[in-house]
């Protein structure tokens, strides 16, 4: 059975529903209250601002400390959330390219492709010329 949240109330009044942050937010806090040992979260920022973005995975990341397993795919996130995370991984055209800390992901890009690299003094990205692979150090 479907349910709505806001909308007509009838006689000119209308209720307004939630937002979609707040319909992730409460997605999330709905899954938490049958207390899982694994909470999986399919981009669970995309759509909220920077703010409760931070909120999510910061509420997400104690969850680890609690005993709980988060996974979680997630485009870009800014650096205070890539540093909560323990583990990370990172996958192209459905393989998996590389796993461990994010501490240590930046130098080990750096190994693979020191070609492709931001040039702080030229202000932009070097890339690999079209002949060059790069092969992943893991399996």
Not at 32 to 56: I, Q
Not at 111 to 121: F, Q, V
Request: hydrophobic share 40%.
């Amino acid at each position: 059975m479907d349910s709505f949240v806001g909308g007509n109330l009838g006689m000119g009044v209308t209720c307004r529903g939630i937002s979609g942050g707040e319909r992730r937010r409460l997605s999330i806090g709905s899954a938490l209250l049958k207390n899982p040992a694994m909470l999986v979260l399919d981009e669970p920022t995309s759509g909220l601002d920077s703010e409760m973005s931070m909120v999510v995975m910061a509420t997400c990341s104690s969850l680890t400390l609690l005993g709980h397993t988060v996974v979680c795919t997630i485009h870009q996130p800014r650096a205070d959330i890539y540093r909560l995370f323990n583990e990370v991984m990172y996958m192209a055209k459905g393989t998996l390219v590389w796993r461990g800390a994010p501490a240590e992901s930046v130098g080990v890009f750096e190994r693979l492709a020191p070609e492709d690299t931001w040039s702080a003094k030229n202000k932009k990205w070097k890339r690999l010329r079209e002949t060059e692979t790069v092969r992943a150090p893991y399996p």
